[in-house]
């Protein structure tokens, strides 16, 4: 058997709830919450690139891109 409750909490009562938790729980929900933030944003980041355009080709043509700018500003810096 399961039971579901469902409570109606404001965000002030939820933070006064949380200021009551001893400082090891605290830190423990600070944790939960972290990685729920990291979560969402690579659930996001891989969203934004998963495509059918690209190709091998295209990414190879980019990371030599990358990699020749990075060769360049290395050599400019170099004769400083």
């Known amino acids: 058997m399961k039971t579901e409750l469902q409570v109606d909490l404001s965000f002030k009562k939820i933070l006064s709830i949380v200021k009551q938790l001893p400082r090891e729980q605290k830190l423990l929900l600070s944790k939960e919450l972290e990685k729920e ?44």
Do not use: C, P, W
């Open 37 to 80: 933030v990291i979560d969402s944003k690579l659930t996001q980041l891989l969203k934004s690139f998963k495509s059918d355009e690209l190709d091998n080709e295209v990414l190879d043509g980019e990371i030599e891109n990358v990699r020749q700018a990075i060769y360049e500003r290395q050599k400019d810096q170099s004769h400083i």
